[in-house]
């Protein structure tokens, strides 16, 4: 048997017709060289929220269930069209919905997980020379439903095909030719990294980096999948190869720095100040699988406490609705929002190693008269929320004080006697070309 490659192209990749049929010749291409080919597609650029726009058009809050049933067709689109193409260029090709390629997950409409993927009718399928064609981003539930895996999600259809199917790796092929120090499309001086660890990946991800969804990182590291992102606009891309931790090499203190702007604070003020209200609250938003990143709580003042957390823009409704039914129950004062923040943060697995590190954030941001209103660190990252207006020069000037344009330099294995002392970011050589 042939060996087994996944590829996904993202939205931009097959945006046009014209680009559908690019993309269809360069599979043509690979598969001369003799690779299975299993091909996960997302929606063309603009389409899903294209059709966000048209369910808020007819109501202010569409049924979950429907909204999948609806996004779901734009990943079927691009695999229909895709496919077709194949054929143009005489490349045996079959195009498969979620239910058709054997896609399961849970109920949590909009957010699903994926539980299990029969593979039975894939590996015939491959067997009988198909390159297959999947729409990305969907799945069905017991019930038999569509379900859809949250914004970004076909790059998780791609890992969980791969990893199902026994592939060898799984390349995702977008706009930009790898993972960046930061957004190269906000911060030109942005470098490509040639490799990072899956851990610094889960936090760029799950820290607004958008070009990979977490849960595909998660799946990769748990499996240990390679992961590769390259461009689909360039012939030979080398792109980011995403794998497991070299323990023989120094981790750079600082790889990345991360934007999301799609962040909102739910505040809820005047709360008593006794056991178990935090338990309400997070539990209530926990029932509908809503995840909060950040929370805090202020110093309580005559009994009375004020509660700040963080959810993702497209929650933010959700959590209003849930947080105001429970701030009744318990007696709150009142629930505000505010969707003009940014969570700015920094990502490297050398911090576990290295102090002060965060201290140089706080500087660079209080330099730029940039006020932090929420703060939180894990072991390889620092995250604060600031104004979304500062957030462009937060992340250029933050890109500066770690010097992530600089080219790293040569390799410096752990065991070397000449590492490089007092050097304060320390580049292995997994860095280096
Ligand atoms: P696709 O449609 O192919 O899934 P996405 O728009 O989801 O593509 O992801 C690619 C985009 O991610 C890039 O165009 C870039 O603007 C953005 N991005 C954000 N942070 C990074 C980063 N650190 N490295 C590379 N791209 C990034
Ligand atoms: N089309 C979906 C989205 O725009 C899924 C994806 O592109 O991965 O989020
Ligand atoms: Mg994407």
Do not use: W
């Not at 980011?240 to 799609?262: A, F, H």
């Amino acid at each position: 048997m042939n060996q087994l490659i996944v590829q996904k192209y993202g939205g931009t990749s097959v945006g046009t017709l014209e680009r559908i049929k690019e993309v269809a010749k360069r599979i043509a291409r690979q598969r001369k060289v003799g690779v299975d080919l299993v091909v996960v597609v997302s929606a063309m650029a603009g389409e899903t929220d294209k059709l966000l726009k048209m369910a808020s058009t007819i109501t202010e809050n569409p049924e979950r269930r429907e909204i999948d049933l609806l996004l779901s067709s734009g990943e079927r689109i691009s695999s229909a069209l895709l496919s077709m193409a194949l054929h143009a260029e005489g490349c045996p090709a079959m195009a498969l919905t979620g239910r058709q390629i054997g896609m399961f997950t849970d109920n949590s409409y909009t957010r699903a997980r994926i539980k299990q993927i029969d593979t039975a009718r894939a590996k015939k399928l491959l067997q009988e020379n198909h390159v297959l064609v999947v729409a990305g981003f969907q799945g069905i539930n017991e019930q038999g439903d569509v379900t859809t895996l949250g914004r970004g999600g076909s790059d998780t259809s791609a890992v969980a095909l791969a990893v199902a199917l026994g592939a060898g790796q799984c390349e995702i092929y977008t706009d930009v030719d790898g993972v960046y120090t930061t957004d190269p499309n906000l911060v030109p001086e942005a470098r490509k990294l040639d490799t990072i660890f899956y851990d610094e990946m889960l936090e760029m991800a799950s820290l607004g980096a958008k070009v990979l969804q977490i849960r595909c990182v998660e799946f990769a590291k748990k499996y240990n999948m390679p992961l590769v992102v390259k461009s689909s606009f360039v012939e030979d891309s080398r792109g980011t190869l995403i794998c497991k931790e070299d323990p023989n090499m120094e981790d750079p203190v600082v790889s990345g720095i991360m934007c999301d702007k799609n962040q909102a604070k739910v505040t809820i003020k005047g709360v008593p100040d006794k056991p178990g209200i935090a338990a309400d609250v997070f539990g209530a938003l926990a029932d509908v699988a809503l995840s909060v990143d950040m929370i805090v709580q202020n110093v309580s003042e005559e009994g009375h406490t004020d509660i700040s957390f963080t959810v993702t823009g497209a929650d933010l409704n959700e959590a209003i609705q849930i947080t105001r039914q429970v701030a009744d129950a318990i007696g709150a004062r009142e629930v505000s929002a505010d969707k003009n923040i940014a969570k700015i943060s920094i990502v490297g697995a050398g911090m576990r190693s290295h102090s002060g590190v965060a201290a140089t954030m706080f500087r660079t941001l209080s330099a730029e008269n940039i006020n932090i209103m929420m703060i939180s660190t894990s072991e390889i990252k620092v995250s604060c929320i600031i104004q979304q207006s500062q957030s462009k020069l937060a992340v250029q000037k933050l890109h500066d004080a770690f010097n992530l344009a600089e080219a790293p330099q040569a390799a410096k294995p752990l065991s070397s006697p000449k590492k490089a002392g007092g050097s304060k970011r320390v580049t292995g050589k997994r860095r280096a070309g």
